[in-house]
Structures are given as C-alpha cells and as structure tokens.
C-alpha cells in the first residue's frame, strides 16, 4: 500500500511477498516500483494528484468501481473535502453532501480504498482538510468491509471498527488481506 509519499520507495518489498499494489494517491506516478514489482496496481486519487498517472500506468482506478481479484472485491473513492476552489484542483473535491449521494448505493466489497479517512476515525479534528467523510463511516456501518485503507492525514496507523480493519497509511506498508 502507497499514499502520500514525496519519494521513490529505496526499501523494495521482495516481489515474491506482494500480490498487489494499491495506492490511496497524492503520489507521483515514479514513485510506484510498477517494473521492479510487476504486480497489478488498484488506486484512487488523492487532492493532490494530477488525475491521470493511474491510467497511464496501466492500473485500476477504484473511483465508484467494483473490482474482483482473487475472490475479493475492491471498491473505492478519491480526494478529499472541498476546501479550495475547484479550478484549482484537477482531480474533484467533494462535499460531505456529494459523498452522501455517491456512496449511498456503492455494493458492499471486502476492502475499501479511499484517500480520506472516515469522520471521526484516522482523521485530524479541527483540520478542515484533514476532516474525514461521514459517509465512509456510514458505508463501515451498513456494510463492514474487512478492511479499508487511506491516506491523506498524518502518518501510519489502524484501528478497528465492527470487524473491520481500518489502515492509514504515509508512504508505504505491506499488509496481508
């Protein structure tokens, strides 16, 4: 898992203990090790990205998708809270009102991938920017995901909610789902 990293990654996992690489964004497309792993890549963007590096590599993006692999689903959800005009961001920000509204009939999936974090869970209070989405907690409530993943706020930690593993994550981890 890579999010909001600033460098390559100089540590490499062996490839051998990687399966998949997903990225919860505002990562600069050098920054995935896509030929020294040569794994499939699933992501959504950050506030930060420029909007098109997933596809360009070649990778998933889990923006409001469902995707299978290997008897999982992945689903998921970019960016951040609106905090500056939209002209100014190439990928969208959204109100809490709009992520209502978008992930009000998303299907359930196994692991969830977002940039944000749920309201009130890995967020920063008081930080506008940093505030999470209600929606993302509302989603954990009505459909318990074994695990969703995020970035975008502070550095590396998880708690648990209901059953489901929640990892935040500033450069990068391997976890075993």
Do not use: W
């Not at 990225?23 to 497309?29: E, K, M, V």
């Not at 930080?127 to 954990?140: C, E, I, M, Q, S």
């Amino acid at each position: 898992m890579i999010s909001d990293t600033n460098h390559r990654l100089t540590e490499l996992p062996n490839p051998e203990d990687v399966d998949l690489i997903i990225t919860c964004g505002d990562i600069l497309p050098h920054e995935i090790p896509v030929e020294e792993l040569n794994k499939p890549i699933f992501g959504v963007y950050g506030n930060h990205d420029n909007g098109s590096y997933l596809e360009e590599l070649g990778a998933v993006n889990l923006h409001l998708k469902v995707v299978e692999l290997n008897g999982l689903k992945f689903g998921g959800f970019e960016s951040c809270i609106n905090y500056k005009p939209q002209e100014k961001s190439p990928v969208k920000l959204y109100t809490q009102e709009e992520v209502d509204e978008l992930l009000k009939n998303f299907p359930p999936v196994d692991v969830f991938v977002a940039h944000s974090p749920p309201f009130g869970l890995l967020d920063i209070p008081g930080d506008h920017v940093h505030t999470g989405f209600f929606a993302f907690k509302d989603y954990l409530d009505r459909h318990h995901p074994k695990i969703f993943l995020c970035g975008h706020s502070g550095e590396n930690d998880e708690i648990e909610l209901n059953g489901t593993k929640i990892y935040r994550t500033e450069g990068y981890r391997i976890l075993d789902i």
